[in-house]
């Protein structure tokens, strides 16, 4: 087949594409520099509603709330998926090794909203049971949290450790390092990148989660998601829009910096490689 | 000349030393490795030497890798029994027994320098942070790579990884040391410059070592003995003159260099000559030596192409030669190969060294062609 050029169905389809995917995020910031009060009336640019964001306790106290749970989920999710990754990419064949992959990865296509009244259920019947999680809050939703990130950040670094080639393992094994000594010093360090993405998906994950916060939390534990949601049910506020506009900027900041530093260190490594190949030998 | 050839490989190769040569070393007893009911292993009983390098040649699946894997500590025997220097390691891990694996891979860790690669065995064995430091400082002086000791293994050529991954499996002063294809990363030009290094630095320290590869030149280079395997089993062990010149089988002769293989019967069967009918040929083969058959055993004889001289006229000796018909030649450059069809319709392959300048044009296609052969030039196979 040759390669055409592109014509003006694949440029406007383009344009329509992205148009789909972006232009909503580029109205709601235009709108979070308006003047008006009116979330749809253009009148002017103003950074008020910034400083009212700010001003607002609640709105700050939920970001708070839900930046501890993200941080909290986003750590335990990385240990538990590490373990489960080494179980399903290092252990001989067991019976039920395909059970156990199928169900800790189940998660993932399993409905928010039947995870989220399952575990609330848990809870209710663990309290009634045993006395544990009569009341809800933080920790419960680090919980119900934990239980479905850990799906995602499972997949992320097994994908990891599978292609990881085993000689490297082996080999550290035959210079006299145990099956600890190996993980620690050998399969850690290496998989590290994939940790830190998996930790950074399970963070974001749990940050926007809003349904499965909805069913298990408690009195004094809105999150931000459950905060926007619930404010913007009593009529959509500018505010809303800076606040919205702010997270686009941090994870528009947090992927660039990380493609960044990714391309650069992929640079220095194939002028190395270069280097080593013309002095040969 | 099965006796020459031993002796030959004796002078040059492992009985330098005046001490006593221990000649199982290394002793591999029964050893099966089944995988759901495969063998990739079956019934392996080798013995090996103090001091030498033993290869294991085969093709790829014919379990030598298992076999390395075994000594190394990374696969279970089925059953059977490995002892290194009078000790069962069959019950010991990997990281407990005195062998060390230099890798196809080369497996250097990413994420350390060259020094830290080298040193890293000699930390787990709990060494004192001085004492690692010079036995690193010693092996990178042994394969010539001090002025690379702060690099990571990405920011070295193929060779310098190699010699890295090299330094690596002997910092630990092994019993035993294992190469995995040793050669199989690198391009074919380092190939026989690495190939007579390896040999030189593993020599100089006297360290015992098994090789598995597929490459038989390789392995001719640079293996004191080598042991031919196939589907699990080994065929035949020997020096690589001994496994060339004295192959004991059809399948070793033909699997070690070019070969041809006449099928027949033994005709003559006497003290000190045999003759053996082969219906590719219309003159018995004359063979100047006994063997051990009957007559009318079937057999083969299998000539190496280099033993065969072709020429114009008919030469002068009763035996041993055969009319034919050049009908393809290879050009080497060294030697010429040609495709000489006889009147039966076998077609022999027949090495020419080109050793004067444009001596390969003295035969062309077409051309009616004398081959003959020695009394002595082939061997009698009967398996």
Redo the contacts between chains.
């Keep these: 087949m040759n390669a055409t050029k592109p014509s003006w169905f694949s440029h406007s389809a383009l344009a329509l594409g992205f148009a789909f995917l972006y232009l909503p995020m580029l109205i709601l910031i235009i709108y979070s520099f308006n003047e008006s009060r009116l979330v749809t009336v253009w009148s002017g640019f103003s950074l008020k509603w910034y400083g009212e964001l700010f001003r607002d306790q609640q709105m700050i106290d939920a970001a708070k709330v839900s930046l501890q749970i993200a941080f909290m989920t986003a750590c335990a999710s990385v240990v538990l998926g590490t373990m489960a990754a080494m179980v399903m990419t290092r252990f001989r064949q067991f019976p039920g090794k395909a059970m156990f992959s199928a169900l800790m990865t189940a998660p993932l296509v399993m409905p928010e909203v039947i995870t989220g009244l399952s575990i609330l259920l848990l809870f209710v019947a663990m309290g009634q049971t045993f006395g544990l999680f009569q009341e809800r809050g933080v920790t419960t939703i680090w919980i119900a949290h934990v239980t479905f990130c850990v799906a995602f950040v499972t997949v992320v670094i097994s994908s990891r450790m599978s292609e990881l ?1 085993r ?2 393992e ?9 099956r600890v ?1 190996v993980f620690f ?2 399969t850690l ?2 998989i590290a990148p994939a940790l830190a993405s998996g930790w950074l998906l399970a963070f974001t994950l749990s940050l926007d989660d809003l349904v499965i916060s909805s069913f298990v939390s408690g009195p004094s534990s809105t999150t931000l998601p459950m905060k926007v949601f619930s404010s913007v049910r009593m009529g959509v506020s500018p505010k809303i829009n800076a606040l919205a506009t702010l997270m686009i900027a941090i994870v528009s900041i947090a992927a660039f910096l990380g493609w960044w530093l990714m391309a650069r260190e992929e640079k220095q ?1 194939q002028r ?2 270069q ?3 013309q ?3 | 000349m099965a006796a020459t050839a031993s002796s030959v490989a004796a002078a040059n190769g492992v009985a330098k030393s005046d001490a006593p040569i221990r000649e199982d070393y290394v002793r591999i007893d029964d050893l099966t490795k089944e995988y759901d009911g495969f063998r990739a292993v079956d019934d392996v009983s080798l013995s090996i030497r103090k001091g030498e390098i033993f290869a294991l040649l085969g093709a790829s699946g014919c379990g030598k890798s298992t076999l390395l894997r075994c000594l ?3 696969e279970k025997p089925t059953y059977g029994k490995i002892e290194l220097d009078g000790v069962s390691i069959v019950e010991q ?4 027994r005195p ?3 230099m ?3 080369y ?1 250097l ?3 350390m320098t060259v020094e830290q690669n080298i040193g ?2 000699l930390k ?2 709990g060494l004192a942070r001085d004492r690692v430091a010079a036995r690193v400082e010693e092996m990178l002086t042994l394969v010539q790579m001090n002025r690379f000791a702060k690099r ?1 293994p ?4 193929g ?2 990884q190699q010699r890295v991954a090299l330094a ?2 002997l910092a ?1 002063s092994p019993k035993l040391l294992l190469l995995d294809e040793p050669m199989g990363a690198l391009d074919k030009k ?1 190939r026989s410059q690495m190939q007579l290094e390896l040999v030189g630095i593993i020599e100089r320290l006297g360290v015992t070592c098994v090789m598995v590869t597929h490459d038989q030149e390789e392995a001719m280079t640079m293996a004191t003995r080598i042991a031919i395997m196939d589907a699990g089993k080994i065929r035949q062990v020997g020096t690589p003159d001994e496994i060339y010149e004295q192959p004991a089988s059809r399948f070793v002769a033909q699997f070690i260099g070019s070969v041809n293989l006449l099928e027949g019967t033994i005709e003559d069967d006497e003290k000190d000559h045999v003759t053996i009918r082969s219906d590719v040929l219309e003159q018995p083969i004359h063979v100047g030596h006994g063997v051990t058959g009957f007559e009318g055993q079937a057999v083969a004889y299998a000539l190496r192409p280099e033993k065969i001289k072709i020429e114009k006229d008919e030469p002068a000796q009763p035996h041993n030669k055969v009319r034919g018909l050049i009908e393809d030649i290879a050009y080497f450059g060294t030697h010429s190969v040609y495709h000489v069809r006889l009147q039966t319709g076998k077609k022999l392959l027949v090495h020419f060294m080109n050793a004067k300048r444009w001596a390969s044009e003295r035969f062309t296609w077409n051309d009616t062609v004398w081959l003959s052969w020695g009394d002595n030039a082939g061997v009698v196979l009967t398996s």
Excluded: T, V, W
């Design positions: 080639d000689s490297l082996e080999a550290a094994m035959d210079l006299g390092a145990n000594k010093l050998i360090p290496i490594r190395d490689m280097l080593a190949l002095q040969g030998g | 190394a500590g990374f891990a990997a990281y407990d062998i060390n694996m890798f196809q891979s497996a860790f990413p994420h890293f065995g787990m064995a990571k990405h920011q070295l050529s060779g310098q690596r499996s630990l380092l």
